[in-house]
């Protein structure tokens, strides 16, 4: 590619660069694809010869982006729908979507408008793939819940997608998987057990990982890393480990409260399982509360004892409200901690305070039942909304702190 052509014209060299990159891509999917209809070769010569037909046509004959990538998308889907069904369709459009950006992403130069003008091709180069690779690992992480959810409307009970489900036939579809959730006993016991273990949890990580924070965010404090060390040390020491040492503390404690206060084995079960998931929640309180600190304006509690206030007033009129951002952060990872968790539960809990994940994992060992895949939709709905509450939370913090633009 010649370095002087990019910078007169805006774009590389059409035979020299643009088609051999866009016929790159073109093999990648016409391989892929191939791999589908079972002829991988066949499929990777014809992605090979579409790909540099669309970056030579797009670029050099269809001048308007929106309406060739339009028309690469609405041929693709065609194409699709007569080979593979409403399902080919679909694929056929992202195909095309895909292909058609990067023709003209690669054609007019458009992908060194996020670097400076005096880059040299090998930093333009190192840039690019480096956001390549970024998106790649995000792709890597989102691909098994993208594959998760349709699975969970699966009408067979199969763990693969059916023929009728790529076809995106209505008849491979089915609430089934939902409707054994919400109506099979065993499924609605371990969902009391976690909306009840889970909440209380939380309430116990946040009122001591709270009063943690606050006190380890005094300097005067000694040997407050080596105790803050400690205290967040549930989130470094493997969770095998944790749950090893929680049984051998716990199944003392469960004796004592059996045996010296009279407690009911059940309810003894919960207290243990409730205590060992605060365990692992307050580390995240501690963490969250302790970087909303960073910034907290330390003369306001210092005004407000000049003016009469008793420390208990202080904080819940005064620090309170500009460290509630960090609070309920923390709270929410403690929460989604507690309700996902199965290996402390395995060790300190009983079939009695079985929880979704332990249902789960039983679903999966014994009965290998697609029920799972409903109940990991519905987590992953709530996990998606709970983090999605943390980062307006995060937002509204620093606005408070005036780290960012209101």
């Not at 180069?125 to 690992?137: D, K, P, Q, R, V």
């Not at 009728?164 to 065993?186: A, Q, V």
């Amino acid at each position: 590619m010649s370095e002087e052509l990019v910078i007169k014209t805006g774009r590389p060299d059409m035979m020299s660069f643009t088609l051999p990159v866009v016929a790159g891509l073109g093999l990648i999917l016409g391989f892929l694809t191939g791999n589908v209809i079972g002829s991988p070769w066949i499929g990777l010569v014809l992605g090979t010869l579409i790909g540099a037909g669309l970056a030579y046509g797009l670029n050099e004959m269809v001048p308007k982006k929106s309406i060739g990538r339009w028309g690469v998308i609405i041929a693709f889907a065609v194409i699709g729908l007569l080979f593979g069904g409403l399902g080919g369709a679909v694929g056929g459009a992202i195909i095309g979507a895909i292909i058609s950006w990067f023709a003209y992403w690669i054609g007019r130069g458009t992908y060194r408008d996020d670097v400076p003008i005096y880059s040299t091709p090998g930093q333009t180069l190192w840039w690019n793939f480096f956001l390549f690779i970024c998106g790649a690992i995000f792709i890597f992480l989102i691909t098994p819940i993208l594959v998760v959810l349709p699975l969970s409307f699966n009408a067979e009970d199969f763990f693969t997608f059916t023929p009728e489900m790529l076809r995106l036939d209505p008849e491979g579809y089915s609430l089934k998987h939902y409707r054994d959730f919400f109506e099979t006993d065993d499924w609605q016991l371990a969902l009391k057990n976690s909306l009840v273990i889970a909440p209380i949890a939380t309430i116990i990580s946040v009122s001591l990982g709270t009063l943690a924070a606050i006190g380890l965010s005094q300097s005067h404090v000694p040997g407050r890393r080596a105790i803050m060390a400690v205290l967040i040390s549930p989130m470094i020491v493997p969770l095998i480990i944790s749950a090893t040492g929680m049984f051998f503390f716990y199944s003392t404690l469960g004796n004592f409260l059996e045996g010296t206060l009279g407690m009911s084995k059940g309810l003894v079960g919960y207290i243990k399982v409730i205590l060992a998931h605060a365990v692992l929640g307050i580390p995240f309180v501690i963490i969250t509360v302790t970087a909303t600190l960073v910034g907290f304006d330390r003369s306001l509690t210092r005004a407000a004892a000049n003016m009469g206030a008793d420390p208990v007033t202080t904080f819940f009129r005064v620090q309170m409200p500009l460290i509630l951002p960090g609070v309920i952060s923390g709270g929410l990872f403690a929460f989604i901690t507690s309700f996902d968790e199965v290996v402390v539960v395995l060790f300190v809990g009983s079939a009695a305070q079985k929880t979704l994940p332990w249902q789960m994992f039983i679903g999966l060992r014994e009965q290998i039942s697609p029920t799972i895949l409903a109940v990991a939709t519905i987590l992953v709905v709530i996990s998606i909304a709970l983090l999605t509450t943390v980062e307006l939370l995060r937002r509204r913090s620093e606005r408070l702190r005036g780290m960012s633009p209101g």
